[in-house]
Each structure stands twice: as structure tokens, then as C-alpha cells.
T-cell receptor, first 113, second 112 residues
Framework: KNQVEQSPQSLIILEGKNCTLQ??????????LRWYKQDTGRGPVSLTI?????NTKSNGRYTATLDADTKQSSLHITASQLSDSASYIC????????????FGTGTRLQVFP | DGGITQSPKYLFRKEGQNVTLSCEQN?????MYWYRQDPGQGLRLIYY???????QKGDIAEGYSVSREKKESFPLTVTSAQKNPTAFYLC???????????FGQGTRLTVV
């Protein structure tokens, strides 16, 4: 069964600290993996998209990694800011005629001053 | 501005009533999707459309209906047959290839 699991479910850190969010997937065949940031009550916004051949990609203070062999991805946030408080969702796209995106349940990050 | 727009942002419905959620995009994307988000759960696919005048059921299509008469528009109707319609509904669009999906800002539907 195609699944995307994220950990931790929730995380609290102090402003200025770094953190790493994890995503494990069992989706096959794999097309790409995306990380989204979702503020409460808003739609998700894309942070990064990674294909099979990419193992790291940065977007400002966000750095995503992908290990296609172990089917794991991480999102590292550097020097966290209060505005980083949000849910971070890992999404894996599967090839095939259904063109499906499989969503993780997200990690709820709270950054405190 | 290019983007994807959902309306309304908040919607209240009485039990037994049908209600239609709007989703419009001006990104010239072929594919459009409707998802439902419940607390503590990942987004679940309701319906998707990869081309005008064609759409497919997702994982939780029962009690919902859609149409795709125009490339820009993909309205979702929540019918009275949907047993637990209170949720946050998200519409998305993407190109047919490996590009990101753009999401609307969501519609929060509450059945009263």
C-alpha cells in the first residue's frame, strides 16, 4: 500500500534553533517528493520538489534531502523564525494513469520566542 | 496575478442541503484536484480531472460530485449523501508533468 509517514507529529523549538523533520514513504513507482508548508486555515505552499536523481535541494533556510534507496526524506530548517510555525507536509507523487499525490499527515511545528 | 482561487472561504450548510464549492485557476493547468482535510489526517483525494470534460473518482468520492466544463473551473458539489461533510476543502491544480501542485486557500464547510 502506498503510504507516506512523517515524524515527529509535532515539534516545539525556540526561535533561532535548527530542526529536522522526517518523511518515510513506501510509494511505488516513485516520481517525485515535495515538501509543503501549510499555515493554519490556509492552503499548502510548496517549499521544494525533488526527483529521483536529486539528493539535496535548498530553498533559503529550508534544505530537503532525499535517499531514494531507503525511501526517506528530511526537511531541515535553519535558524528558525516565529513565522516558521506551521504544518509541514511531505507529498509523494506516483507514476501511473491515476497521477496521484500521496500526502503525509504532516508535522506541526511551533516556534516560540 | 496568476493563481488558484477558492470561494467562499467559510460556508455553512444545513443538513440535507447540497452545496457547491468554487475553484478557479488562471495558470493554464490541465490537471485539477479536490482534497478534503480533517484534523490529524493527511489530505484525501475526492476527485481529480486531468483534462476538460473528464474527471475521475479519488479515494473518498462518495457523496460528492464534480464537473469540468472549462479548463479554468472545477466546482465541487457536496451532496446530502455525504455523511460527514464538515471539513476543510482544498482545491489544487498542476501541469501534467512533474511540477508542483498549487493549492487554493481552502473552504471551510460546516454543517449546522
Amino acid at each position: 500500500k502506498n503510504q507516506v509517514e512523517q515524524s515527529p507529529q509535532s515539534l516545539i523549538i525556540l526561535e533561532g534553533k535548527n530542526c529536522t523533520l522526517q518523511c518515510n514513504y513506501t510509494v511505488s513507482p516513485f516520481s517525485n517528493l515535495r515538501w509543503y508548508k501549510q499555515d493554519t486555515g490556509r492552503g499548502p505552499v510548496s517549499l521544494t520538489i525533488m526527483t529521483f536523481s536529486e539528493n539535496t535541494k535548498s530553498n533559503g533556510r529550508y534544505t530537503a534531502t532525499l535517499d531514494a534507496d531507503t525511501k526517506q526524506s528530511s526537511l531541515h530548517i535553519t535558524a528558525s523564525q516565529l513565522s516558521d510555525s506551521a504544518s509541514y507536509i511531505c507529498v509523494v507523487r506516483s507514476w501511473g494513469n491515476t497521477d496521484k499525490l500521496i500526502f503525509g499527515t504532516g508535522t506541526r511545528l511551533q516556534v516560540f520566542p | 496575478d496568476g493563481g488558484i482561487t477558492q470561494s467562499p472561504k467559510y460556508l455553512f450548510r444545513k443538513e440535507g442541503q447540497n452545496v457547491t464549492l468554487s475553484c478557479e485557476q488562471n495558470l493554464n493547468h490541465d490537471a485539477m484536484y479536490w482534497y478534503r482535510q480533517d484534523p490529524g489526517q493527511g489530505l484525501r483525494l475526492i476527485y481529480y480531472s486531468q483534462i476538460v470534460n473528464d474527471f475521475q473518482k479519488g479515494d473518498i468520492a462518495e457523496g460528492y460530485s464534480v464537473s469540468r466544463e472549462k479548463k479554468e473551473s472545477f466546482p465541487l458539489t457536496v451532496t446530502s449523501a455525504q455523511k460527514n461533510p464538515t471539513a476543510f476543502y482544498l482545491c489544487a491544480s498542476s501541469n501534467s508533468e512533474n511540477t508542483e501542485a498549487f493549492f487554493g486557500q481552502g473552504t471551510r464547510l460546516t454543517v449546522v
